[in-house]
């Protein structure tokens, strides 16, 4: 079921101030953009309703099909290293509840984000519409191979876990731009970055991180974690 509107607007900002006060700011994320897009966001919209009450707390919680709304740090985090400045078109694999794509819509010109499941797309859509975001376009299908008629990007994220950097991501980085993904399997993942520099990429490992793993044709098989080149 589709979040919907809560009558506890008045707490939730206190709680959502207290988020981006104690979750954001003293764990280094730094980006006072970012962390005005998270105070700005209604988190709890994009929660079901069952799960709304922890809607504000650093913790991930799932939206169903299997899939989770990350927690608020590590979507600062990951927005953070996209080093955004307002002018970039970007893509987001795995819409999810469709959180990330809100944050991104307040911090890009034009965001494409790619859903496999048609009920989580079809939900994240009528909440980002709901909240005026009319530079977020939600797109169902095969993330995993990217959005190429939108490409060149000059950021994409991934929210899900793939065995290696995409090369179809990859090859819609615009020059200079940035891919934030998780890579790894079931039993352990780091984030990486990489940027793209000519017909060069630049790979950065960060942090372990734990997410649901990306499936589709260049991520995981859909049964178990298999993967086959």
Not at 60 to 77: D, E, K, R, W
Not at 78 to 85: A, E, N, P, S, V
Not at 111 to 118: D, F, G, K
Request: with cysteine; hydrophobic share 40%.
């Amino acid at each position: 079921m589709c979040a919907s509107e809560d009558k506890r607007d008045a707490q939730y900002r206190i709680e959502r101030l207290r988020m981006v006060e104690e979750q954001l700011r003293h764990r280094h994320i730094i980006d006072e953009r970012v962390l005005n897009a998270m105070l700005t966001i209604p988190r709890h919209l994009f929660v079901p309703q069952e799960h709304r009450h922890l809607a504000y707390v650093d913790a991930p919680l799932p939206i169903g099909h299997g899939q989770t709304i990350s927690q608020p740090y590590i979507v600062a985090l990951m927005t953070q290293l996209l080093m955004l400045q307002g002018s970039e078109k970007v893509l987001e694999v795995g819409t999810g509840s469709g959180y990330q794509a809100a944050i991104l819509g307040l911090l890009a010109k034009e965001v494409h984000t790619i859903e496999r499941h048609t009920e989580l797309a079809a939900c994240a859509e009528t909440v980002l519409q709901s909240l005026n975001l009319s530079n977020v376009h939600v797109h169902v299908g095969d993330g995993s191979i990217g959005l190429k008629g939108f490409a060149p990007f000059q950021a994409i994220l991934v929210t899900a876990a793939a065995p290696e950097a995409p090369k179809p991501l990859l090859e819609q980085l615009d020059q200079d731009g940035r891919l934030v993904i998780p890579v790894g399997g079931q039993w352990g993942q780091n984030l990486e970055r990489w940027t793209r520099h000519g017909s060069r990429f630049d790979q950065e490992v960060l942090v372990p991180v734990a997410f649901v793993p990306l499936r589709g044709e260049a991520g995981w098989k859909t049964d178990g974690w298999n993967w086959e080149t």
